[in-house]
């Protein structure tokens, strides 16, 4: 039976609805949405009317179109399908359909030949591989490359009708990057699929620069009344991205010639399937070939060469070469340095009985770096190149605290104790110019904003339980310092020194000067981006350096106690 393209639409905007089982669906519900369905693909003003909205779902309960919905009633009020998963773009094609779609690619298959019509042969394929599998009730012989779970394709055809009618939308967009969703107007005049995901290529303003942007990333897309721009008649799509791989593209940007080495084993691949069309093979070497590639530089020119791994090397130029060079190393920084479990309950044991641990590799070489970085940035800023220390580090640089506690640490604090919380972050770097030392001392570690008298506790000296106030040293036992190394540490440029067990009580001067002189210290060598964890009571010095290299330290201190009353911590932070 014919069927009409507006019947179509309704039939489409009825299932849309009783998919959503986010609300119940009422008769002039469903009319409503039939209406604005038609109002705008075909521009049809005129209200649906009731009857037609009933006789289209006794066709779709019906066999008529081979749909045999199975739309139910439920409080006598709200239309919905018994059967959650269904929907009829799920049914399979009538023998009607198949007949039809043969015919048409017969006629595209007379077409084959001729090279305007080349991009049609894989669409055919496809075309002939769906009727053939329908037809014999039998599984594809062709495997396309497809994404099941692809999201974005609904707006594809809202973009593909706003393009053609040359209107106006208002996207509501959020990028990865971005906290919240941005919503701004849009003049769409592309749609391009790259790697399975496709992108909608416009401005947001007459003279704007022409943006790519994600379908997957659209969160929703509505009406404008704002007048279209309309495209520049000398911006041609394949000339945009010609320069490119992928959708990234500088349009001031200049190309730049790429080379590549491609050992034996990957040559034959990049010859037979050139990673862009400029590719040219410039040399063939006895371990393999010489490739070069004039394109712009972005980020999917570095992902496709990634992708080889090992078997492709930049030649030039040097700073692509530098650029893939520094992935790989945070690459393999990932995975040489994994956290072991059975190395952590060792260094957590080690820290209940001797008052200190030391793990190596906690961060990455990158997040290191760019911990430095910022802090750099920090001095520069504020032309204090020369400055040493910043006491709230978390609160004068608040980007950093995502880099600071990152998943590994928070990972080692949660196995000491969930209940630690942030009480103090400073930054310090003990330059060569500065060359201060510490002498032997334990950490008496009380970070608060205000001090008041109570009776009963007047000092953090007197030891008193009076009114249910702890004592210092109980707060302290639940206490942690965290010194993570930006630089290498050893003796020649201020390493601690400690002196292991000495962290059970508070000690008086003549019994740290008895223990220091009798007893044999531990030289506490860190590696950067390896951390250092002691109790604050840990007898503990360090020594003038001898050497010209910095020591720069994140210092923080973790409590588990609140403070008794009349005091409050200067920094609390829970993880």
């Not at 119940?24 to 604005?36: G, P, R, V």
């Not at 994404?147 to 509501?172: D, F, M, P, R, S």
């Not at 994994?338 to 957590?348: C, D, M, P, R």
């Amino acid at each position: 039976m014919p069927v009409n393209r507006n019947a179509l639409i309704r039939y489409r905007t009825i299932d849309n609805c009783l998919k959503n089982r986010k609300r119940k669906w009422t008769l002039e519900d469903l009319i409503e949405a039939c209406s604005e369905a038609l109002y705008e693909y075909e521009g049809i003003d005129k209200g649906v009317s009731k009857r037609s909205i009933q006789m289209d779902i006794q066709f779709m309960r019906s066999d008529k179109l081979g749909y045999n919905a199975p739309i139910v009633v439920l409080e006598k009020k709200y239309y919905s399908y018994e059967d959650p998963n269904y929907s009829i773009t799920n049914i399979p094609l009538t023998e009607q359909d198949l007949g039809k779609l043969t015919e048409v690619v017969g006629i595209l298959k007379q077409f084959k030949g001729f090279s305007h019509f080349q991009e049609l042969s894989v669409m055919v394929q496809r075309l002939e591989n769906k009727i053939y599998a329908a037809k014999t009730n039998t599984e594809p012989v062709i495997d396309f490359e497809k994404n099941e779970n692809l999201k974005g394709l609904e707006h594809i055809e809202a973009l593909y009708q706003a393009i053609i009618k040359e209107c106006t939308v208002e996207l509501c967009y959020q990028s990865f990057k971005a906290r919240s969703a941005n919503t701004f107007t849009f003049h769409p005049y592309y749609l391009k699929e790259y790697r399975n995901r496709w992108f909608v290529i416009g401005v947001k303003k007459r003279k704007s620069p022409i943006l790519t942007l994600a379908l997957d990333r659209i969160v929703s897309i509505g009406e404008c009344d704002k007048a279209y721009v309309p495209r520049d008649k000398e911006f041609a799509l394949p000339e945009f991205f010609k320069d490119v791989l992928g959708v990234t593209v500088n349009p001031d940007g200049k190309t730049e010639r790429v080379l590549l080495f491609a050992d034996n084993q990957t040559a034959p691949y990049i010859l037979t399937k050139p990673i862009h069309h400029s590719q040219r093979a410039e040399e063939t070497l006895p371990n393999g070939m010489i490739f070069s590639l004039q394109v712009q530089l972005n980020y999917e020119l570095e992902r496709e060469i990634l992708g080889f791994g090992d078997h492709i090397r930049v030649l030039s130029p040097e700073r692509l070469k530098r650029r893939i060079k520094e992935c790989l190393t945070h690459a393999l920084d990932q995975y040489q340095y994994e956290l072991s479990e059975n190395a952590l309950h060792g260094a957590i044991q080690k820290l209940t009985y001797k008052g200190f641990m030391i793990l190596h590799h906690v961060f990455s070489k990158k997040e290191i770096n760019q911990i430095k970085s910022r802090i750099d940035y920090y001095f520069k800023i504020r032309n204090e190149e020369n400055a040493h220390a910043i006491r709230n580090v978390l609160g004068e640089i608040p980007e950093l605290k995502s880099l600071i506690l990152n998943a590994n640490l928070l990972h080692i604090l949660r196995k000491i104790d969930p209940k630690l919380f942030l009480t103090k972050a400073i930054f310090f770097d003990k330059t060569p110019e500065s060359n201060w030392y510490v002498t032997w001392h334990q950490d008496i570690i009380i970070n608060v904003k205000e001090k008041i008298e109570t009776n009963g506790f007047t000092g953090w000296t007197k030891k008193s339980g009076v009114h249910g106030v702890c004592p210092p040293e109980e707060i302290l036992r639940d206490t942690i310092t965290i010194r993570i190394h930006l630089d290498d540490t050893d003796e020649t440029n201020g390493a601690l020194k400690v002196v292991p067990g000495s962290h059970n009580k508070k000690l008086s001067d003549e019994e740290i000067n008895l223990i220091t002189q009798n007893g044999i210290p531990y030289i506490c060598e860190v590696a950067a981006c390896g951390i250092q964890i002691m109790k604050p009571l840990l007898l503990h010095s360090s020594s003038k350096a001898t050497s010209q290299k910095h020591r720069r330290v994140i210092h923080l201190e973790f409590s588990t106690m609140d403070l008794p009353n009349g005091l409050k911590w200067a920094e609390r932070q829970e993880l």
